[in-house]
Structures are given as C-alpha cells and as structure tokens.
C-alpha cells in the first residue's frame, strides 16, 4: 500500500515538505508560486483535452460541474476549453488532466506525483508560459476529489482568488481502499419519500462523493431479524418489488405493475447517479424470506421452497441486467436471511445469479456464522469476495478493535432453529472479526460499523475518526463501512408520517433533508478514512460556514462530547444487539433485580447491571470484579467501572465549558446551532448520568456482599443525584425530540427519554426498601472504599515503560519480547497475548528480570498458526494499581495492543 502523502495547505507544512517541493519544482511544466492576491477572478477557464478519458469521464465531468456552480456562486464566470491557449490572459486557467494527458498540456509527469488508485495533486504551476493550477490525479476519482474539494472551499470559505492560486500544492493518496456509507429502506411510511425522491438521491450522493466515499449500499430486507414478526413488508424479499420474472408466476401482493416498474426505475436511477459520482453502487439483499405472518402489508405469491434458489439467482440476475451501474451485492447469509444455515446450494445458486451479470462484480457477505464451505463456494465465482464483520458487536466502542469478545458470545448455547450453526460452534463469528484475519486468506474484510451506540444525536471527534481510520487496517483488511445516521429508524412498522428526523420543532427540521444534520459527520468519516491526516482546515471550514465565531469552540464541545457514548458502550454492554440496547436512549436494567422488560435477554441470571459485561471483558472489568478487587484490596490489571466513571465525567465538564465559550458567541436563534447546543448538551447530561449510575452499580454490589448500611445509604444518595440528571434531561430535549423516537415497535426500541424516569424511579425505591444482602462479609475498609468510589480514581502510574514492538514473526520460532522501564519501582511485569481471533483465550507468562529490563518468550508451538499475534504488559508495582501498556491513553484513543504479522518460516 502507497502511504498517504500530502503536501500542505500551509506554510507550516510547506516549509516542512521544502526539500520535497524542490524536486518537484523541477520538473519542467512545474513551478512553485508564491501566495497570490486574495481577490475574486473575473472569470476561470476549465481546460480539458478532447482526448483524455480521465478528464471526461463521467465523475470529472460531474465534479467539474460542482466547481462551475461554487464559482457562480460567487459571481465568477467560467466556461470549458480544451487547450491552455484558448484561455485569454484575463482567465484564470484551471488545467484538469489524467496523469496519462499530462504531455498533451506540455506537462512533463513528475515522479512524485503518486501512482496509488484514488490519488489526486492540485499544483500551481507554470505551463507554456502562464500561470495555471492543474488539478490530476492517478484515476477518474483522485481527479473529481480534486476539483470537488476545490469547489467545497470556495462555498464554504469563499475567497475563490486566494483558492485557485494557492501557494502551495496539494498531493494526497488513499490509505483505506473501502469508505463505505450504508442507508437502509426499513419503513414504507418513512423510507418511500426518500426513496422516490430524485433531487433528494442528487443531493445526498453529492455529499457522499464531496467528502470521498467511494462506496454506497443501499440496503433491502433489514427491517428485521426473522421472518416471524414481519408487519411492514416492503422490500423485505425485494425482487418482486422490483422485477416480473419471465417462468415464474411470483409477484408482491398489493404492489400494482406500475409501481414495482417505478421502483426498478428508481433503482436504476440511483445506481447510475452514483457511479456517475465516482462510487460504487453496493445493493444489500439482507432477506430472502417469502413466507410472512398474515398481517404483513404485502405476501409473495407464486415462491415455494423448490422455486426459491432458482427464482431468487434467476431475478437477481435480472436486476443486474436491468441496473448495470450496480457492481457489487451484499448478502445475509445466516439464519436470519430466512434461509437455514447450511443450506450451501441455495447460496451457491444465489451467488451463480450475481456471477451471471456478465461483468466485474464484488461480493460481500455479512460475517456472522460465516464458514469455510460458503467461502469457497463465493471464491469459486471468481468474483471479488469480502466479508464484513461487526466492530465493536452491533455498537461502537472506543477506537480500537475489542480485545475480547463477552463470554456469552463465545460458546454454545444449543440449537436455535435456523440459526443452529451461530448459535453452536460458530457463535463468536456474531459480533467481531471471529476468526477471519488469518494471513493467508483469500477474501477481503471490510469491518462493519453498526448503529447500536447513537442514532439521532449528532456525533463528530476528528480525533476519534482518525484513530479509527487507522485501525480499519488491521492484519491488512480493507476499511469500513458505515451505517449511516438513522439508520433502522421506523423500523418493524414503527414508521410515522413526516419524516426521519424525529424532531418536535418544526424550527429544527433540516431544510434539504434529514442527512443535513450530520454533514459534519459526513465530512470527519469520509475524509479521515481517505486520510488520517487529513488537514484541519478541511472540516474546520465547514464549521465556520455553519457557526461562524462559534465553529472552534462548537468543534470542541461535540468532539469531548462524542467520546462519552463509545466509552460507555466499552464499558457496559448488557445487550450487544442494536435490537435491545441503546444508551443514547438508555432503557434502565435493574440495579436492584431485574425489571422484567425483557430488555437485555443477553446478560447472565440474574439481568441486573450488576451482572452485566463490558463489551471488552479483557481489558474493561464488570462492576462485580471492581467491587471484589475493591473489597479485597487486590490491584485490578483492568479499567474499571470508575475508570469509565471519571473519564465519562470529565469529558463531560469539559465539553460544557467548551459549549458555553459557543454559547457566548451569540448564535442562540440559529436552527443549525440550537441543533448542535441540544444534542452536545444530552451527551453531556448522559457522561454525568452514567458516571453517576456506574459508581451506583459498584456501590450496590459491594452492598450484596457484605450487608453494608453505609454503602446502601450512599448508593441511594448517588442514584437520586443520577436520575435527577436524566430527569433534567428530559425535560431539556421535551420540546426538541418528539414523544416517540421509533426505531422498532418494542418499547427498548422507541419512545423519549421521559419515558425511561419511571423505571429508574422503581428500581430506586427497590433500592430504598433496603433490600435483603446476598452476604455479610465484614468490611473493615468501608470509609476509604467509599471515598474511593466517589472521588476520582487514582491515575494510572507510569513506570516509564518503552518498548520497541515487532511488525512480523517468522511462524514456528519462538518470539522474543523485550521491555525496559524507567524506574525501579516495578515488582512484576507479565505479557498477555493471543493469536489474533475472538475464539482465542488469552495467555499470560511473567516475564524475567534483567536489571530495568524484562523479556519473555512466546513458545514456538504458540507461533506456529497463519494468524496474526497481540499482545500487551502489565506492569505492577509494590503498591497502587497496575499499568497496562500501551494502554488507550489519556484521550481514550490509543490501541491498547500491538499485532504482529506471521511470516513463513525460510
């Protein structure tokens, strides 16, 4: 993989690059310019030879256009032509050329510029004599993310002068192949209007191409998990919603020809607009069940058990034919598809379907229960094979990949009907990479973000984003894919008239659609998964669009406020299903007992927080294991729930100070900005609610334990604190949000946070009748564990530990692993490590001393395997708790392990 490379927009980085920019200045048809007059031109002429394919294919065409309208937009004409000599002095002159054109131009390609798919170079250069900046790049896409970008600057920082003659050049390559962007099609009522709305697909797929996505799945049949309670069922099997198959008599009931054609149409509408944008089109087929509970809103007729493989290859064929702009699919291929899990000639048959378009096509597979013989069925195809993994199970976590999955999902819990496989010996496939990242595979993975965590509040961390950016390149996989803002919203029939936004005020709704709130978040994913690097100024220029002097606070305040969610998702996890928990709306689990809801099927008996997981067991304790350590005095070599606590809470604080300094700025009557202040102010309520309520859980566990009054009381005393916060945040969001945000028809899937007080308010009072202890153990300590519990934990010490980490292993030989620390301190170190799949226990050796350094060996039995290894150390000291390094760091973004690659052995 090409690295990332980038000459800057500064002077800073300028001045950095120097010797690099002296080579290109060089090359003849190059030359550096210094800052040019920050005035509008009167007019640009755009130059593109006739003959240059990349410069008029489509993606160039339609970013060309998008620099035109930002140009009108600031009252610059411009025009095309198609030699620099047919531009007058008085243009100026905007070269646009594939790396193949350049000599065309009288442009000699310079050596530096990169040869990587997707990368772009914006150079002011002179060329035959004036002044022109050339915007090229390797293929069609790094040309359009050139010219796009360049038209995104000038509509949202204007001073087109100062733009088109920048100072500086622009070099920029990819470093992740696969940013993917998911929406789904779950509600008739909701999704129908978007879905048939063609200014709506323009807008929206310009935004997708401007921020450098280059895949779209528009995604059908995800509505719901089974067959069984199916209401809403449009699209859930979508090819007799889209297609009549010649030899079959299978159509959707209450769907009329004209409108099963309009849908084809509109299929094909939207897949040619998006790869007239430079994106793949990804169409996701997430259900093949066509027998529906009668209250269904529509039956396929005409489909029996025999006609099901051969209908479905034969009309997915046909959609293919019917959209040829579509170059990929993406299928559910266990269980919860409709189709039994082992049924290898179904999907074979399937897959003959995909194979039949008769060109270049990528086949995706959701990775859960997936198993060797499917594998090889989709490999033999020849076609362009991925699976998908959930990162961070149906959620989103801290940025970095679980180092563990929870114990429930790693062994069987017997038969479950079509899931019979997942739910027995392929059950930790559910909810992270499994054991796909062996070296030697033959696929490509693509990791899945699931929207688990946050659907409705506005998110955006450029610090986060990055982080993740880079850890979607583990053991060589491929990048991300996103499920979009909202997704799942009106869900299983929960859908209601008037859109996705969910929002009470009228004031608030989104003039261009619903997709508007999250351009920021848009921005942060697509570009930092480009680039990790990304310069700043890049998104900062849309905040001071939409905030103006508010936008350097207002990016603050969401980026401290954006962290607390994926912590706490890391932290406690009583369901990894997007189906059930949700703590941007958190339903409360029992403290006490459990509130028989059904909320949290996938937590230990019996359902309270008190036995829930973390979603990373591994390095995230429970709160019971935090409450024994507590009680017993023994150094927990994990973060603890007030670890979580304390970090919750301080990114709390400190993301308000940063949302009053934007308050200040005067913007309180500003849609855009009351927006913005309300959902950086839940996030705030809620890192103060669950920092509250996880100091609770502690509290009460050491209460069953050892009968402890004090303890009680004060646990009492911390839970009215919390539900007094979430008390005042509901009532904050009361006039913003509706009565019943709906992502499904359970009541775990929908209604407003004032519909979660009562609940709390009977645990509470459960609480209150001083329920009988499980125990009576003494607790001399009481007074320093209660003050422990409730003052911040003592910091993590730093025994200034280095270590200089391996990239490869030759398999079948042992591993040497070193660590020095700075200081004596250090009574114990011991390495953890694994083979890199969730199925895997983790090992753990003490290393041996040699003066302030240690070392230990991993055996070369251990070693011999085609997966990659992980490892971290813990260090521990006479006293205090131990170190864990690397650790994840004071800004919770550091990967807390390193992964080292096997290599063959010589």
Not at 235 to 246: A, E, G, I, R, T
Not at 283 to 296: Q, V
Request: charged share 25%; aromatic share 10%.
């Amino acid at each position: 993989m090409n690295p990332p490379t980038r000459v800057g927009l500064d002077r800073r980085s300028f001045l950095k690059g120097a010797t690099v920019l002296t080579g290109l200045a060089a090359v003849p048809g190059f030359r550096l310019q210094g800052q040019a007059p920050a005035t509008p031109d009167s007019a640009v002429a755009i130059v593109q030879a006739p003959s240059d394919r990349t410069a008029r294919s489509r993606p160039v065409q339609w970013a060309i256009e998008r620099l035109r309208v930002g140009l009108r937009g600031c009252q610059i004409k411009s025009r095309l032509c198609e030699r620099i000599a047919d531009a007058t002095p008085e243009e100026t002159c905007v070269l646009v050329s594939g790396y193949e054109a350049l000599s065309e131009h009288g442009v000699t390609r310079s050596s530096l510029l990169p040869t990587a798919a997707e990368s772009v170079a914006v150079v002011p250069s002179i060329v035959g004599g004036r002044e022109v900046l050339l915007v090229t790049g390797s293929d069609e896409r790094g040309v359009s993310y050139g010219l796009s970008d360049l038209a995104d600057a000038i509509a949202t920082a204007g001073n087109p002068g100062q733009l088109l003659r920048p100072a500086v050049p622009v070099i920029e390559s990819a470093a992740t192949p696969v940013r993917s962007i998911m929406r789904l099609f779950v509600s008739a009522t909701e999704d129908k209007p978007w879905f048939n709305d063609r200014d709506f697909w323009r807008r929206y797929l310009d935004l997708l191409a401007t921020e450098r996505f280059n895949r779209f799945q528009l995604a059908f049949g995800l509505g719901y998990d089974f067959a069984r309670d199916i209401s809403d069922s449009y699209f859930n099997l979508p090819y007799p919603f889209l297609v009549d198959v010649s030899g079959y008599r299978v159509r959707a009931t209450n769907v009329p020809e004209q409108e099963r054609d309009n849908n084809l149409a509109m299929l094909r509408f939207i897949s040619d607009e998006t790869q007239a944008r430079g994106l793949d089109f990804q169409l996701g087929i997430w259900s093949h069940s066509y027998e529906w509970p009668e209250r269904a809103t529509h039956h396929v007729e005409g489909l029996s058990a025999e006609l099901h493989a051969p209908y479905a290859r034969d009309a997915l064929a046909q959609v293919l034919r019917e959209c040829p702009a579509i170059s990929g699919v993406t299928l559910r291929v266990h269980g919860e598809s409709g189709v039994a899990e082992g049924s290898w000639n179904f999907w074979q048959t399937v897959f003959a379907g995909i194979a039949g378009a008769r060109r270049p096509m990528r086949l995706d597979m959701h990775a859960k229960n997936i198993d060797e013989e499917t594998i090889r069925l989709a490999l033999e195809t020849r076609m362009s094979v991925s699976i998908s993994p959930k990162f961070w199970a149906e959620h989103m976590g801290l940025p970095y990949h679980q180092s563990s999955i929870r114990v429930l999902e790693t062994g069987p819990d017997g038969p479950a009907g079509l899931l019979a496989r997942s739910a027995v010996d392929r059950r930790f496939t559910r909810y992270s990479f499994g054991d796909l990242l062996k070296s030697d595979r033959q696929y490509k993975v693509v990791h899945r973000i699931w929207p688990g965590t946050q659907r409705v509040l506005m998110w955006g961390d450029p610090l986060f984003v990055a982080r993740y950016s880079r850890i979607f390149r583990i053991a060589g996989t491929d990048g991300c894919e996103l499920f979009e803002p909202l997704s799942f919203k009106g869900r299983r029939g929960s859908g209601r008239v008037g859109g996705r936004h969910g929002y009470a005020d009228p004031a608030l709704v989104p003039s261009g659609g619903d997709f508007e709130k999250f351009a920021y978040y848009y921005r942060l994913w697509g570009r930092l998964l480009y680039r990790p690097d990304t310069d700043p100024e890049t998104w900062r220029r849309q905040l001071r669009h939409a905030y103006g002097p508010a936008a350097e606070a207002a990016e603050a305040a969401l980026g401290y406020a954006s962290r607390i969610l994926p912590l706490i998702t890391s932290a406690f996890a009583p369901s990894a299903s997007v189906n059930r928990y949700w703590p941007e709306l958190f339903v409360p689990m029992g403290i006490v007992a459990d509130l028989g809801d059904d909320a949290y099927p996938d937590t230990p008996e019996p359902k309270t927080m008190v036995n829930a997981s973390s979603l990373d067991p591994q390095l995230f304790a429970t709160f019971r294991e935090s409450a024994d350590a507590l009680r017993s005095g023994r150094p927990l070599p994990k973060y603890s729930p007030l670890d979580a606590a304390h970090w919750s809470e301080r990114l709390a604080d400190t993301a308000e100070r940063f949302l009053n300094t934007a308050r200040a700025a005067g913007l309180p009557r500003d849609p855009a900005f009351r927006r913005f202040d309300a959902d950086v102010d839940a996030q705030i309520r809620l890192g103060r609610f669950f920092g509250k309520l996880f100091r609770v859980v502690v509290l009460y566990a050491i209460y069953e334990q050892t009968g402890n009054a004090e303890v009680l009381n004060r646990a009492i005393g911390l839970y009215r604190t919390a539900i007094e916060i979430y008390r005042q945040l509901a009532e904050r969001l009361k006039p913003v949000y509706v009565a019943d945000i709906s992502f499904g028809n359970a009541k775990y899937q929908r209604g407003h946070w004032s519909d979660r007080l009562p609940a709390l308010a009977r645990d509470l009072a459960a609480m209150e009748r001083r329920p009988e202890p499980l125990g009576h153990e003494p607790l001399p300590n009481a007074s320093a564990i209660l003050e422990h519990i409730e003052s911040p934990p003592p910091p993590w010490p730093d025994f200034g530990a280095s270590h200089q980490p391996l990239s490869t292993f030759v398999r079948g030989r042992p591993i040497e692993l070193e660590l020095t620390c700075g200081h004596d301190g250090v009574r114990e170190v011991r390495l953890h490590y694994r083979i890199l799949h969730q199925a895997a226990a983790w090992e753990s050796v003490p290393m041996t001393r040699n003066g302030r350094g240690f070392r230990a060996r991993i055996e070369a039995s251990y070693s011999d395997t085609t997966y990659p290894l992980q490892y971290y150390f813990s260090l521990h000291g006479d006293v205090g708790r131990p170190q864990l390094y690397p650790g994840i760091g004071p800004d919770l973004a550091g990967e807390p392990y390193w992964v080292i690659s096997p290599l063959q052995q010589a």
